[in-house]
Structures are given as C-alpha cells and as structure tokens.
C-alpha cells in the first residue's frame, strides 16, 4: 500500500512540479515567442508527416506479418520491433551511417537525386518515423490477428478481389486498431529525442522540435524549458483522453 | 452485370461435384449432382465434413482431389471472387461496419455495378425480404431472424448460379425459426439455381430440401428424396435423425431374424434387409403376452424419459429400441428403470427393405 503510493507519488509529483514552478505571470509572453511557436510547429508537423509516413509503410508491413506465412517471419517480426527497445541515440547514429552522406544509401541518394536527409527537416521526419514505426505496426498486427478471417472469406464469396477485401472489409474492421496505433505512434514521434538530435541536428526552424528545444532552453533559459514541457505535457494529456474516447465508444 | 449479359445460359445451371479434401485425421470423399432450381441437402452428425463440402463449393478450403462443374464449366479452377456463388453462412457475417442496405449492396458494387445502381438493387432485395425499413439499420440493430434475411439477400443479390447455406437456421430461436423457415422456402422455390443446404436439422432438410443427402465420416451414407429417406433409413444415424428404430437382418419371405429376434413383415422378401418401425409401434408387457412367439422380446429397461406428449422408454436387451408409450401406460404398468419387461411389435407397422 505505502509502495504504491510512493510509486504513485514517483510518477505525479514531477508533472505537479511542472505545473507550480510553471512561471504563469510570464506565460503568454513565453508562449508567444516566435522561437517556441516555431519549435512547436516544427513538432507537430513533423510528427504527423512521420505519423503518415508510418501508416503508408506500417499498415502493409503488419498486414504481411498478420496474414502471410514465409519463412523467417518471426525473425522479421523481432526485427521490425528492434526500435522500439532500441537508444534512440543508437538509432541516430545507425540512421546516420546508412543515410548520411558518405552512408551505404545516403551517398547513393545523393548522387542520383541530390537529395541529403542528415540535418534537415525531412531528416527528422526520418528519425522519428524510424522510432515511431514500431508502435504503429504492433498495434496493426494486434488488431489484425484478432480479427475474424471469415468476414473476409464471407466478402471473397460477394466477388471482392484481395485489395477490395482489404479496403472495404478488413481496414474498416481494424480502425480502432489502427487509430490507436497512429496515436501512439505520433505521440512517440512527436517527443523523440535522441535519434533526431543526432540525426538531424538542432537547427532552429529546421531540424529544433520541441523536446529539442526543452533540451537547449534548459541550460541557458530554464522558465522557458517548463513552458515548452508544460506544452508538450498538454499534448500528451490531450493524446490520453481523445484516446480513452475512442477506446470506450469502441467497446 | 446487363440484362443481356445475364439473361445467356440462365436456363440450366447443373452442379455436379466430385469433392476430395485430405486432412491429417480426415478425408472428405463425396459426389453431388444439383439440377437447376434444385435444393440439396446436406445432412450429417458433427464432424461429418459437411461445412467442409460447402466450402469447398465456394473455393474457401481446396480440394485435394475431384472436380466442380457448375453449367458444364469448371468451377474449381476459378478463385473464391470469381466464382458465380452466393454464400449465407451460419452466422451471417453481416459486415459490421456496413448497413444493412449496404451489406446487401456490396456484392453488386464488387460486381462493377455503380453506388447508386448497387444501392437500387440491394434496396429491391431487402423489400424482397421484407426488411425495407430496416435498410438504413447496422447488423447489431437486427434480430436474428432479420439478420438471416438480410444475409440471404446479400448472397442472392449478386445473381449467383449456386447457392450455398450454412446451416441458415441454426442460430434462430424456436419461434422465429418456424418463421424463417417457410420464408427461406418461398425464397428458395423463387431462386432458378441450385441449392446446397447444410443442416444438421432433419425438419430444415425435409422442409427445404427436394434431396437428401445423408453424410457421415465425409462420406455419403444415404441420399434420395426426402420421404424416401424418411421412411427407409439405412444408418443409425439416420435411424435416430427420423425418429425410427433400425435393425439390420436377414429377411426369409415374410419373415425377418435380428440376432435373437423374429419379426414378421408385411413384405415378401430374401436376404440381407433392414427392418424399421416407429417407437409408437412398440407395446409394452410386464408378463409374457399369449400368442405368436414372434414380434416379441424381452428386455431390460434402460431410461424413461418424456417425449411430447408421451413417455419414451429407452430398452436395452437382444436389440436396442425405443417405445413411445402413454403416461397412462406408464403408470398401470407401473415401469421404472432397470426392469424387465416384454416388448412387441405388430407386424403391419414393421417396414422391411433391401439393405
């Protein structure tokens, strides 16, 4: 019971020191600064392009993993969720060894299209959707494997090729699933760290999203970094209960 | 799909199957044949591989072996979407997500038919079905009974050539199933393709069905018209589905021996037989009635059990029967479990055919 309590304690007080050492007088000053509104934009839209990123990547890839047997499919499975265990900083720094200039496919991008991922905004995007994907795939195969196969039989016997089953039949099936999955998956990628810092760098307007900033604003301006959390802190509280929403309409 | 399109080789869709499905500890190995407007059933214990013929009809499992000619062309060659089928499975598998209208306009969407085309049709088949009003309402909205009417329409919409039923009444309370039944019937009787129904009710079978076909141990045990197969059973199975006690014999005229047992038939007939009669034909006796030896035997009661308005009293002895007698009866003879008594059969109610 004590334990409990302490561990309860472990886990609110730093949010309610959060919020009673937040400089309120100040706070929509700070809030209107161009550096924190440029840092917050910055955050949300990268996160999203990550989040879609993900949804276009991750929904194939957990559909192969749910319904296509091939050998090695555990393997691949494991591997898929390495991210999620993984430092992100490690994954920085992978990122950067594979698509930075001089990496296996980055130097190979950049003399075919000229493009360069490392320290700019769609390096972030990378980053983060590398992070986020795995919490995306999860929860698709989740929801795939629980859902019933036979309405998909059922839609195969009206004439539904796979794709039509697929779009019409099993996506509608496991949106719940998939909802889910793009929340956690945007609420990661919205306050990744330690592989967009090293991957990306932390160039203000470009590549500085908001943990970023909290970072930086902690060493020289600490009344600004407790906004900047104070806001992310929102973000995440807003995430929980439009996700709570969702899952009790849902049941 | 076009009325012109449709309307070619509308005449006679003739199923014949030859259906081989291996599995590890079962082998499915039957032969159907469906003419147009046909109904067949397919009846069987649990386990019996019916549900896995039907599948196999649809393209869902896939044969070990044989073959599906639907209107003298090959079915089995096709995937499960391009097969002219329609399917009402046990528990409808109404697309949650979808309305009832649009459940039932799916098909036809599938089909290449435009929204509002698909939608007009599938309007036109819940008034068939009589659920109009219900068109807008999402399948956890609907009773059992109107759930099953809107998967029939779905799997009609789509102008299926065969069409195959999943034990479509099994879900159903009593009540609604009397309903439901005489409905499916009439739809039935309006579909022009062939019908296969699998039931393990053998009411649904003789009600809806213009041939049986009886499968136990994924083979066919026993097939013809209804009646036919009511009257002349030639399984246990069988036997117990139409409520008659079976025995199988050797037949000397008009006299047939089971084990110990004599029977006198009202049929002139040799060899090898069945013999069966209804548990109602049987009387029971505390002592050895006078007379003919014949028709008559001793037995040890089993179990007394209710049995509508009757008294069904399970006997063990020479053969196994059943008798169905009055709770009057019951009572003068004063029977309880474990007794002996003499059981009799009068010949005219005894029915004898070849085995």
Same mark, same amino acid.
């Given at each position: 019971?004590?334990?409990?309590?302490?561990?309860?304690?472990?886990?609110?007080?730093?949010?309610?020191?959060?919020?009673?050492?937040?400089?309120?007088?100040?706070?929509?000053?700070?809030?209107?600064?161009?550096?924190?509104?440029?840092?917050?934009?910055?955050?949300?839209?990268?996160?999203?392009?990550?989040?879609?990123?993900?949804?276009?990547?991750?929904?194939?890839?957990?559909?192969?993993?749910?319904?296509?047997?091939?050998?090695?499919?555990?393997?691949?499975?494991?591997?898929?969720?390495?991210?999620?265990?993984?430092?992100?900083?490690?994954?920085?720094?992978?990122?950067?060894?594979?698509?930075?200039?001089?990496?296996?496919?980055?130097?190979?991008?950049?003399?075919?299209?000229?493009?360069?991922?490392?320290?700019?905004?769609?390096?972030?995007?990378?980053?983060?959707?590398?992070?986020?994907?795995?919490?995306?795939?999860?929860?698709?195969?989740?929801?795939?494997?629980?859902?019933?196969?036979?309405?998909?039989?059922?839609?195969?016997?009206?004439?539904?090729?796979?794709?039509?089953?697929?779009?019409?039949?099993?996506?509608?099936?496991?949106?719940?699933?998939?909802?889910?999955?793009?929340?956690?998956?945007?609420?990661?990628?919205?306050?990744?760290?330690?592989?967009?810092?090293?991957?990306?760098?932390?160039?203000?307007?470009?590549?500085?999203?908001?943990?970023?900033?909290?970072?930086?604003?902690?060493?020289?301006?600490?009344?600004?970094?407790?906004?900047?959390?104070?806001?992310?802190?929102?973000?995440?509280?807003?995430?929980?209960?439009?996700?709570?929403?969702?899952?009790?309409?849902?049941? | 799909?076009?009325?012109?399109?449709?309307?070619?080789?509308?005449?006679?869709?003739?199923?014949?199957?030859?259906?081989?499905?291996?599995?590890?500890?079962?082998?499915?190995?039957?032969?159907?044949?469906?003419?147009?407007?046909?109904?067949?059933?397919?009846?069987?214990?649990?386990?019996?591989?019916?549900?896995?013929?039907?599948?196999?009809?649809?393209?869902?499992?896939?044969?070990?072996?044989?073959?599906?000619?639907?209107?003298?062309?090959?079915?089995?060659?096709?995937?499960?979407?391009?097969?002219?089928?329609?399917?009402?499975?046990?528990?409808?598998?109404?697309?949650?997500?979808?309305?009832?209208?649009?459940?039932?306009?799916?098909?036809?969407?599938?089909?290449?038919?435009?929204?509002?085309?698909?939608?007009?049709?599938?309007?036109?088949?819940?008034?068939?079905?009589?659920?109009?009003?219900?068109?807008?309402?999402?399948?956890?909205?609907?009773?059992?009974?109107?759930?099953?009417?809107?998967?029939?329409?779905?799997?009609?919409?789509?102008?299926?050539?065969?069409?195959?039923?999943?034990?479509?009444?099994?879900?159903?309370?009593?009540?609604?199933?009397?309903?439901?039944?005489?409905?499916?019937?009439?739809?039935?009787?309006?579909?022009?393709?062939?019908?296969?129904?699998?039931?393990?009710?053998?009411?649904?079978?003789?009600?809806?069905?213009?041939?049986?076909?009886?499968?136990?141990?994924?083979?066919?045990?026993?097939?013809?018209?209804?009646?036919?197969?009511?009257?002349?059973?030639?399984?246990?199975?069988?036997?117990?589905?139409?409520?008659?006690?079976?025995?199988?014999?050797?037949?000397?005229?008009?006299?047939?021996?089971?084990?110990?047992?004599?029977?006198?038939?009202?049929?002139?007939?040799?060899?090898?037989?069945?013999?069966?009669?209804?548990?109602?034909?049987?009387?029971?006796?505390?002592?050895?009635?006078?007379?003919?030896?014949?028709?008559?035997?001793?037995?040890?009661?089993?179990?007394?059990?209710?049995?509508?308005?009757?008294?069904?009293?399970?006997?063990?002895?020479?053969?196994?029967?059943?008798?169905?007698?009055?709770?009057?009866?019951?009572?003068?003879?004063?029977?309880?479990?474990?007794?002996?008594?003499?059981?009799?059969?009068?010949?005219?109610?005894?029915? !004898?055919?070849? !085995?």
């Amino acid at each position: 019971m004590v334990l409990a309590v302490v561990g309860m304690a472990f886990l609110v007080l730093p949010l309610a020191g959060l919020l009673v050492r937040a400089p309120w007088s100040t706070m929509p000053e700070r809030l209107a600064e161009p550096q924190v509104l440029e840092a917050l934009r910055l955050s949300l839209v990268t996160a999203t392009i990550a989040t879609a990123v993900c949804l276009v990547l991750g929904v194939p890839l957990a559909w192969l993993l749910a319904r296509v047997s091939f050998p090695g499919r555990r393997l691949v499975r494991a591997l898929v969720t390495i991210p999620l265990v993984l430092p992100p900083v490690v994954g920085g720094v992978a990122l950067l060894l594979v698509l930075g200039r001089r990496g296996l496919v980055g130097q190979w991008l950049e003399s075919a299209f000229g493009i360069s991922l490392p320290f700019t905004t769609a390096g972030v995007v990378v980053a983060e959707a590398f992070v986020a994907m795995p919490f995306l795939v999860i929860s698709v195969e989740g929801a795939l494997r629980a859902a019933d196969l036979r309405y998909e039989e059922a839609a195969a016997t009206l004439g539904a090729s796979r794709w039509v089953v697929f779009r019409r039949v099993t996506m509608p099936l496991i949106a719940p699933g998939i909802v889910a999955g793009a929340v956690l998956c945007w609420a990661r990628a919205l306050g990744e760290f330690g592989a967009t810092i090293t991957f990306a760098g932390n160039f203000p307007g470009r590549t500085q999203t908001m943990p970023l900033a909290v970072y930086l604003a902690l060493e020289t301006e600490p009344d600004a970094a407790i906004v900047l959390s104070l806001l992310l802190l929102l973000v995440s509280v807003a995430i929980l209960a439009g996700l709570r929403d969702r899952w009790v309409t849902s049941a | 799909m076009s009325e012109s399109e449709r309307d070619p080789g509308r005449g006679l869709p003739q199923l014949r199957a030859h259906l081989v499905v291996e599995r590890p500890r079962f082998r499915l190995d039957i032969e159907l044949a469906a003419d147009a407007g046909q109904v067949i059933a397919l009846l069987g214990p649990n386990g019996a591989g019916k549900t896995t013929a039907l599948r196999a009809l649809a393209g869902l499992t896939p044969l070990s072996g044989g073959h599906i000619t639907l209107d003298g062309g090959a079915l089995h060659t096709l995937p499960v979407e391009r097969r002219p089928i329609g399917v009402v499975f046990q528990d409808y598998l109404l697309f949650p997500h979808l309305s009832a209208l649009d459940n039932v306009a799916f098909g036809p969407r599938c089909q290449g038919a435009s929204k509002h085309d698909a939608r007009r049709t599938a309007g036109a088949w819940l008034e068939r079905v009589g659920l109009a009003e219900h068109a807008a309402d999402r399948p956890r909205q609907l009773s059992g009974g109107q759930a099953q009417r809107v998967a029939l329409a779905r799997a009609l919409a789509v102008e299926p050539r065969l069409l195959l039923l999943d034990e479509p009444l099994a879900a159903l309370d009593a009540h609604t199933r009397l309903e439901i039944r005489s409905r499916l019937r009439r739809h039935l009787g309006d579909f022009d393709g062939a019908t296969i129904l699998v039931t393990h009710d053998p009411l649904d079978a003789m009600v809806l069905a213009d041939h049986l076909v009886v499968i136990e141990n994924g083979a066919v045990v026993q097939q013809g018209p209804p009646a036919e197969v009511a009257r002349r059973p030639r399984t246990d199975y069988v036997a117990r589905l139409v409520g008659l006690n079976l025995y199988r014999g050797v037949a000397d005229e008009q006299q047939v021996t089971v084990g110990d047992v004599i029977f006198s038939v009202t049929e002139r007939i040799h060899g090898p037989v069945f013999i069966a009669f209804p548990p109602s034909a049987v009387a029971l006796f505390r002592t050895r009635p006078d007379g003919t030896p014949r028709n008559l035997w001793q037995a040890r009661i089993e179990g007394i059990e209710r049995h509508g308005d009757n008294v069904r009293v399970h006997l063990e002895g020479p053969i196994t029967a059943a008798a169905d007698i009055t709770p009057a009866a019951v009572a003068d003879l004063d029977l309880t479990a474990g007794q002996q008594v003499w059981a009799a059969v009068k010949a005219t109610e005894t029915h !004898a055919y070849p !085995a």
